[in-house]
């Protein structure tokens, strides 16, 4: 095993990275010891030429079959993240740092991803390039940091707050989650519950009234209209309901029109657009306060906070103020002519510009909207609880009333 990382460094593999594989080998030393390890190549050829160099006498060469894992999520982007900083400040070096890394995931896809990395920084990439390989995971704003980190000579430092930072904003997002979670679910059942009545139960009613031969309550032959309609056009229903609901999502990804008027929607809600607003802010601040203390420069760093935001209208605002920051006018100034950040955010920006801190004042700033974005949650839980029970128990209750309603007349005739 000691053989493999230098059996990895073979000439032309950086011509042709995206040919190699990972090879397996096993075979004999001078000594006849047994011998085993791996190595990428672009064939089982070159893995033996590499070990008959070293005095190897390779017996098999087999390919590695990655296992297929999960998708990576950006909670294992953040917990590889801090494993990585923790280890580089303790001295451990970063290809055994990958290594340590790799091996103790539980996730395959992971183990690979940072395999990969590793292999690429072996070759002679740097980390910040070998991480712009692979965009789905790794940002601009990752990217970039760690760059300012390589070239300052203090990547342990940036690594740990990017650890930091992903880790608050996995937090906000979670919370905003969970804010949402509880009343689309118990939307979603409730539908479930209005579907099953009005295809299942109503016209066993219907079928029970008819014997009747009286005339129903309005209540009731508006609920068994409703029902007609419901049995005759459920697919339609369904596919209408379903159809709006993808082309919607595909709409929000791919089109920005679609993109700034929702998010300006969503901002505007009665209830969760404070919640959003405050959240998106933070992030904003939070992601700022990062940049700008690793030492990106002022206008190179918004670049990055527009998207991380995570809202496309402070996405656009934070290109009008690149623009004017390039110009030559001041960040406070130019937040302000943006007209989307409250007064508070204003004024600590300024004294941070005045007093030279303007990192530290972005990162206060930042820790009190995450404080009320916690705060608006909790008590978002507490309101729509009561909110719910109410419009459920009128929906459901309304439903049942107008069936049994027939039932109690013919109880008072008899």
């Known amino acids: 095993m000691a053989s493999t990382a230098a059996a990895r460094a073979i000439p032309g593999s950086r011509n042709a990275p995206s040919k190699e594989k990972t090879f397996i080998w096993e075979g004999r030393d001078r000594t006849g010891k047994t011998v ?7 064939g089982p050829a070159i893995v033996q030429s ?19 894992g999960k998708r990576i999520v950006e909670k294992d982007i953040a917990l590889f993240t801090r494993q990585l900083a923790t280890m580089m400040k303790a001295g451990v070096p970063l290809l055994q740092s990958f290594d340590i890394v790799a091996r103790g995931s539980s996730n395959a896809s992971v183990s690979k991803l940072f395999s990969d990395i590793r292999a690429d920084v072996e070759t002679g990439t740097s980390l910040s390039q070998a991480f712009r390989k692979y965009p789905l995971h790794f940002d601009s704003l ?36 969970s804010a949402l979670f509880y009343p689309v679910a118990v939307l979603v059942v409730a539908f479930v ?4 009545i009005m295809l299942f139960v109503v016209p066993a009613f219907k079928e029970v009234f008819a014997s009747f031969k009286a005339e129903l309550p309005a209540p009731t032959m508006m609920v068994i209209a409703m029902s007609d309609g419901f049995v005759k056009y459920w697919y339609l229903i369904f596919g209408a309901i ?15 029109k679609v993109q700034m008027t929702m998010d300006r ?27 700008f203390a690793a030492g990106v420069p002022l206008v190179e760093a918004l670049d990055s906070v527009g998207g991380a935001a995570g809202n496309h209208v402070y996405l656009m605002a934070t290109r009008r103020i690149q623009q004017e920051v ?7 100034v130019s937040m302000q002519n943006a007209q989307v950040f409250p ?30 974005v916690d705060e608006a949650v909790e008590s978002l839980s507490s309101l729509l609880e009561p909110m719910i029970m109410v419009v459920l128990g009128t929906l459901i209750g309304g439903l049942v009333i107008a069936m049994y309603l027939p039932i109690f007349k013919l109880g008072q005739v008899v």
Not at 148 to 176: C, F, N, S, V
Not at 193 to 196: E, F, I, N, Q, R
Not at 242 to 256: D, E, I, N, T, V
């Open 36 to 42: 085993r390890g791996e190595m990428r190549a672009s």
């Open 50 to 68: 590499a070990m008959r160099r070293q005095g190897i006498a390779v017996t098999r060469v087999t390919k590695h079959r990655h296992r297929k």
């Open 142 to 177: 990752f990217c970039n940091l760690v760059g300012a980190g390589e070239q300052a000579g203090i990547l342990d430092d940036l690594l740990d707050r990017l650890a930091t930072y992903k880790e608050k904003m996995l937090a906000i997002k979670g919370k905003i989650k």
């Open 193 to 196: 519950v209005v579907a099953v």
């Open 242 to 256: 379903g159809g709006s609901l993808y082309f919607l999502m595909q709409a929000w990804r791919r089109s920005p």
């Open 265 to 291: 929607l969503l901002l505007k809600l009665p209830v969760f657009g404070p919640v959003v607003e405050k959240a998106t802010i933070a992030r904003w601040l939070r992601t700022l306060s990062t940049m």
């Open 326 to 332: 390039a110009t030559g006018t001041s960040l406070t």
């Open 343 to 372: 007064n508070m955010v204003l004024q600590m920006s300024a004294i941070g510009e005045e007093s030279g801190s303007l990192d530290s004042m972005l990162s206060k700033a930042a820790d009190i909207y995450e404080r009320e």
